[in-house]
Protein backbone atom coordinates (compact mmCIF):
# COMPACT_ATOMS: atom_id res chain seq x y z
CA UNK A 1 0.00 0.00 0.00
CA UNK A 2 1.31 3.04 -1.08
CA UNK A 3 1.37 5.53 2.08
CA UNK A 4 0.32 9.39 2.04
CA UNK A 5 4.04 10.23 2.36
CA UNK A 6 4.97 8.77 -1.19
CA UNK A 7 1.90 10.89 -2.87
CA UNK A 8 2.78 13.47 -5.11
CA UNK A 9 0.96 16.43 -3.69
CA UNK A 10 -1.53 16.85 -6.21
CA UNK A 11 -2.95 13.06 -5.76
CA UNK A 12 -3.18 14.40 -2.15
CA UNK A 13 -5.27 17.99 -3.09
CA UNK A 14 -7.46 15.16 -5.06
CA UNK A 15 -8.08 13.17 -2.34
CA UNK A 16 -9.05 16.05 0.19
CA UNK A 17 -11.62 17.50 -2.41
CA UNK A 18 -13.22 13.63 -2.67
CA UNK A 19 -13.57 13.33 0.72
CA UNK A 20 -14.99 17.06 1.01
CA UNK A 21 -17.36 16.34 -1.79
CA UNK A 22 -18.43 13.46 -0.19
CA UNK A 23 -19.02 14.52 2.88
CA UNK A 24 -21.03 17.73 0.90
CA UNK A 25 -23.09 14.96 -1.09
CA UNK A 26 -24.02 13.17 2.37
CA UNK A 27 -25.46 16.86 3.55
CA UNK A 28 -27.31 17.16 0.57
CA UNK A 29 -28.89 13.42 0.81
CA UNK A 30 -29.50 13.21 4.72
CA UNK A 31 -30.12 17.22 5.70
CA UNK A 32 -28.05 16.98 8.84
CA UNK A 33 -26.08 20.08 9.22
CA UNK A 34 -23.08 17.82 11.21
CA UNK A 35 -22.06 16.90 7.81
CA UNK A 36 -21.48 20.22 5.85
CA UNK A 37 -19.87 21.69 8.97
CA UNK A 38 -17.41 18.30 8.54
CA UNK A 39 -17.05 18.65 4.84
CA UNK A 40 -15.93 22.71 5.17
CA UNK A 41 -13.82 21.59 8.28
CA UNK A 42 -11.71 19.06 6.53
CA UNK A 43 -11.72 21.17 3.29
CA UNK A 44 -10.43 24.47 5.21
CA UNK A 45 -8.42 22.69 7.56
CA UNK A 46 -6.44 20.50 5.08
CA UNK A 47 -5.71 24.12 2.55
CA UNK A 48 -4.79 26.09 5.38
CA UNK A 49 -2.12 23.29 6.81
CA UNK A 50 0.01 20.35 5.16
CA UNK A 51 0.06 18.80 8.59
CA UNK A 52 -3.26 18.86 8.80
CA UNK A 53 -3.97 17.50 5.15
CA UNK A 54 -1.33 14.70 6.14
CA UNK A 55 -3.88 14.03 9.43
CA UNK A 56 -6.90 13.96 7.89
CA UNK A 57 -5.35 11.64 4.92
CA UNK A 58 -4.11 9.34 7.66
CA UNK A 59 -7.51 9.25 9.05
CA UNK A 60 -8.88 8.65 5.64
CA UNK A 61 -6.55 6.16 5.51
CA UNK A 62 -7.48 4.33 8.79
CA UNK A 63 -11.52 4.50 8.05
CA UNK A 64 -10.23 2.33 4.76
CA UNK A 65 -8.88 -0.35 6.14
CA UNK A 66 -11.59 -0.88 8.76
CA UNK A 67 -14.03 -0.88 5.92
CA UNK A 68 -11.88 -2.88 4.11
CA UNK A 69 -11.57 -5.71 6.75
CA UNK A 70 -15.96 -5.43 7.19
CA UNK A 71 -15.98 -6.16 3.50
CA UNK A 72 -13.97 -8.94 3.60
CA UNK A 73 -15.09 -10.34 6.86
CA UNK A 74 -18.84 -9.61 7.40
CA UNK A 75 -20.22 -9.30 4.18
CA UNK A 76 -18.13 -11.99 2.55
CA UNK A 77 -19.67 -14.17 5.22
CA UNK A 78 -23.76 -12.90 4.39
CA UNK A 79 -23.52 -13.84 1.21
CA UNK A 80 -21.80 -16.94 1.71
CA UNK A 81 -25.00 -18.25 4.08
CA UNK A 82 -27.64 -16.23 2.79
CA UNK A 83 -27.23 -16.89 -0.79
CA UNK A 84 -24.33 -19.59 -1.60
CA UNK A 85 -25.24 -22.31 1.14
CA UNK A 86 -28.87 -22.33 0.86
CA UNK A 87 -28.42 -22.85 -3.23
CA UNK A 88 -25.76 -25.78 -2.43
CA UNK A 89 -28.28 -27.41 0.33
CA UNK A 90 -31.00 -27.53 -2.41
CA UNK A 91 -28.89 -29.01 -4.92
CA UNK A 92 -27.80 -31.35 -2.26
CA UNK A 93 -31.27 -31.93 -1.49
CA UNK A 94 -32.54 -32.74 -5.29
CA UNK A 95 -30.47 -35.85 -5.06
CA UNK A 96 -28.92 -34.93 -8.79
CA UNK A 97 -25.64 -35.63 -9.46
CA UNK A 98 -25.05 -32.79 -12.38
CA UNK A 99 -21.44 -32.55 -11.81
CA UNK A 100 -20.64 -36.11 -11.66
CA UNK A 101 -18.71 -36.31 -8.30
CA UNK A 102 -20.64 -39.51 -7.64
CA UNK A 103 -19.16 -42.59 -9.29
CA UNK A 104 -22.96 -44.30 -10.18
CA UNK A 105 -21.00 -47.03 -12.52
CA UNK A 106 -17.84 -48.35 -13.30
CA UNK A 107 -16.61 -45.04 -14.99
CA UNK A 108 -17.61 -41.54 -15.37
CA UNK A 109 -16.12 -41.33 -18.89
CA UNK A 110 -19.07 -40.73 -21.44
CA UNK A 111 -18.70 -41.94 -25.28
CA UNK A 112 -19.98 -39.63 -27.78
CA UNK A 113 -20.50 -40.83 -31.17
CA UNK A 114 -19.86 -37.73 -33.06
CA UNK A 115 -18.48 -37.29 -36.32
CA UNK A 116 -17.11 -33.51 -36.67
CA UNK A 117 -17.53 -31.36 -39.20
CA UNK A 118 -16.90 -28.10 -40.61
CA UNK A 119 -19.29 -26.01 -39.29
CA UNK A 120 -18.28 -27.39 -35.54
CA UNK A 121 -15.19 -26.22 -35.57
CA UNK A 122 -15.71 -22.59 -36.83
CA UNK A 123 -17.48 -21.39 -33.90
CA UNK A 124 -16.02 -23.46 -31.49
CA UNK A 125 -17.28 -20.72 -28.24
Do not use: C
Request: glycine share 4%; hydrophobic share 50%; net charge positive.
Amino acid sequence: MRTQKNKPELEKVKSILIITLGFLLLFILFKKPVLLYISLGVGTVSLMSPIMMEFVLLIWDKIALILGWINTRILLAAIFYLFLLPIALLTRLTARNLLQLKNTGGSVFNTRNHTYTKEDLENTW
